[in-house]
Structure formats: C-alpha cells, structure tokens
T-cell receptor, first 115, second 113 residues
C-alpha cells in the first residue's frame, strides 16, 4: 500500500525567505507520481507541482521546486521567496504517472508566512 | 474553461437525513474521483469513475454511500442515512487520464448534527 508522511503540522517562514516542506513516501510500485497541492483558506485544492518516479531532474514550477530523493523516498517541496499569499495548507500526495489513479494524501502542513 | 464545480458548497443536516452532493467535472474529463477529508485527518479516496463506470470504489466507507455518474458527465454522491462521522469536506476531482494532474473542485462541507 502507498503511504505519504508529512511530519510538520505547521511551519512559519519570514516573507521573502525560502521554506522546505517535508514529505516522505512509501510504495512498492516501481512507477509512481508525487504531487503537491495547496489549499488556501478558501478551501479549493490547487495543483502546484508533479514529479514522476522516473524523471531524472527535479521538477520546478516558478517559485516551487521539488527536491526528489528517490533512495530516501522523499519529495520535499521548496518554496523560494515566500509571499504572504503562500500561507495555506500544503498536501503531498502520491498517485500514478498519469491522472487515472487515485491519490494518497499526507495529513498536510500548514504554512504561515510572516511579514 | 470552467473548472470542476461542486454543489452545494455547504450542507448542514441532521443525523438520519439524506444528502446528495453533486460534482460537475471539467468537460471531456473521463476520470472523476471523490475524496473526503474528515476534520484533522488525511484526504481519503472514496471512488473513481471512468466515464460512467465505477473503476474503483474501494474507499467507500459503507453502503450508506451511493455514487452515480449517469451518462459519464456529472456525478452525485448520496449519503443515506447520514451519520455524525460522515461530517467532513467532500472533494471531487477530474482528469483526462493522459496527463498527471487531477483538477479539484472547491469541495462540499458536510456537517451532520
């Protein structure tokens, strides 16, 4: 069975600083995808970034990057130059390499950006 | 392009009543998922439709939950009769199935009193 662990219930970061949100996973599948979603206070789930298990390079999307360490089974999200609008819940999830398999989520990390 | 929509945004019902949640996926998305987040816990998968067929319903908690997707378009999730532990946020997501992203709706917050 697949499992996602997010060990940080809450994090604080100063505006304009970088922050790393931790995510470790467990799976016996050789092929999988790792996802990060952002959930602001309004409640919607916003897709941020995806990393495939066979991708050679770490994924990047603007200020978001995914520090993928396959041997350690970790997929940490790095947010650079934090903004006040980054304050939200962040969920790490695991699924397939296409969008046709259910996602397994971690408990989430609440990030608070301080001015 | 319209995103995934869900109705209602909030629902407050009494134990024993029936509630039906609706999800309209992004047009053309064959894959439709229902997830639920109970307070303080992980978002959990409930079931997966491919078009009108149930691909995987292993996450459905019990037979009080019934999901349908007639015609392979919108989906409904009915809870009958509702129990206190059914309270939570119910998310719907859809995807094409050939790209990795699942697009989520805003969720329906269900409160059972």
């Amino acid at each position: 069975a697949q499992k996602i662990t997010q060990t940080q219930p809450g994090m604080f970061v100063q505006e304009k600083e970088a922050v790393t949100l931790d995510c470790t996973y467990d799976t016996s599948d050789p092929s999988y995808g790792l996802f990060w979603y952002k959930q602001p206070s309004s409640g919607e789930m916003i897709f941020l970034i995806y990393q495939g298990s066979y991708d050679q390079q770490n994924a990047t999307e603007g200020r978001y990057s995914l520090n993928f360490q396959k041997a350690r089974k970790s997929a940490n999200l790095v947010i650079s130059a934090s903004q006040l609008g980054d304050s939200a819940m962040y969920f790490c999830a695991m699924g397939g390499t296409s969008g046709n398999t259910p996602l397994v989520f971690g408990k989430g990390t609440r990030l608070s950006v301080i001015a | 392009e319209a995103g995934v929509t869900q109705f209602p945004s909030h629902s407050v019902i009494e134990k024993g009543q029936t509630v039906t949640l609706r999800c309209d996926p992004i047009s053309g998305h064959d894959n439709l998922y229902w997830y639920r987040r109970v307070m303080g816990k992980e978002i959990k998968f409930l079931l997966h439709f491919v078009k009108e067929s149930k691909q995987d319903e292993s996450g459905m908690p019990n037979n009080r939950f019934l999901a349908e997707r007639t015609g392979g378009t919108y989906s409904t999730l009915k809870v009958q009769p509702a129990e206190l532990e059914d309270s939570g946020v119910y998310f719907c997501a859809s995807s094409l199935g050939v790209e990795n992203e699942q697009f989520f709706g805003p969720g329906t917050r269900l409160t059972v009193l």
